[in-house]
């Protein structure tokens, strides 16, 4: 048992080594530009979120067509349509894809000021009052700016080593490596999982970057367990590109210049960071 417990600490750590190691081409990229068709998400004065995240996708996509040529790109949705978050990870598992990359646009809470609006006269025993009348006034406006990109969090963990199992063979480039029967094998498939989790990091950390080069607002690398990073087999991130209920990044968001801008701040990231894998 002793000998066991060694061989499989050892195989976990060349595991966990050779998916860090650089030198690893990136050939597949997955863009997934959020909600669609019925699922407009978040909402501003005169725009919907649905319709940023596809703008600035396909700019996105057409950047690394023309600068990339070795690496093909592969896109959730194209037009007004609205794939599931089950469709969206398939589309990337099936296609044996490098990276996950969503583009989404922040939204702050709706919140509300009681104000008062009159009065009325109530009755209270023998006597009848005056009493005030009060309104809720919802407000959706905000302050708030900046970017931020966010990493699959550990409540989803479970799932994302899953797709891991479900695609091993994508995964580590050797067919049949990971037999599910074998009960070492999910051991080696957390590693892959932790793996997978430190290289999103380094995706968004490059992202934030660029766009704190170019001015915007650096909200950070965040942790949140969302549907859409945990079923793909693969690293993956989120990016928020600016709020919608923002009126200025509003403004901003559904300009062309604007657009471009997002989509060329993401794609900076996303060279800088194959850089680094594959020198």
């Known amino acids: 048992m002793h000998y066991r417990s060694i061989a499989l600490a050892l195989v976990m750590t060349l595991f966990s080594s050779a998916i860090l190691a650089n030198g690893k081409k990136i050939t597949k990229i997955v863009l997934d530009a959020g909600h669609g068709g019925k699922d407009i998400g978040a909402r501003g004065q005169f725009s919907q979120e649905k319709d940023i995240t596809l703008a600035v996708v396909l700019k996105l996509g057409k950047i690394m067509e023309?600068?990339?040529?070795?690496?093909q790109v592969i896109y959730t949705r194209t037009d007004d349509s609205y794939p599931t978050l089950v469709d969206r990870h398939e589309i990337a598992n099936k296609s044996n894809a490098d990276?996950?990359?969503?583009?989404?646009?922040?939204?702050t809470a709706f919140t509300y000021t009681r104000i008062k609006e009159g009065t009325r006269t109530v009755k209270k025993g023998h006597k009848r009052v005056r009493v005030p009348v009060y309104k809720s006034i919802r407000h959706h406006e905000t302050a708030a700016n900046g970017v931020e990109t966010y990493v699959l969090g550990l409540k989803r963990n479970s799932q994302k080593e899953n797709a891991i199992g479900e695609y091993s063979d994508n995964v580590t480039d050797e067919p049949g490596l990971l037999d599910e029967k074998d009960p070492e094998t999910s051991i080696?498939?957390?590693?892959?999982?932790q793996a997978f989790l430190k290289r999103s990091i380094t995706l968004g950390t490059k992202i934030q970057q660029q766009f704190a080069n170019e001015g915007r607002t650096d909200l950070g690398v965040k942790q949140m367990s969302l549907e859409v990073l945990a079923g793909s087999?693969?690293?993956?991130?989120?990016?928020?590109?600016?709020?919608?209920n923002n009126p200025a990044e509003e403004t901003y968001l559904n300009s062309?210049?604007?657009?471009?801008?997002?989509?060329?701040?993401i794609y900076r990231g996303i060279r800088a960071y194959k850089a680094d894998v594959e020198k």
């Not at 023309?66 to 690496?71: F, K, L, P, T």
């Not at 990276?99 to 939204?107: E, T």
């Not at 080696?188 to 999982?193: D, F, K, L, N, T």
């Open 256 to 265: 062309e210049a604007g657009q471009w801008q997002v989509a060329h701040d």
């Open 188 to 193: 080696i498939i957390a590693q892959y999982s």
């Open 66 to 71: 023309d600068s990339m040529r070795d690496v």
């Open 99 to 107: 990276l996950f990359i969503a583009v989404h646009v922040n939204s």
């Open 233 to 244: 087999a693969m690293p993956g991130v989120l990016v928020e590109v600016g709020f919608i």
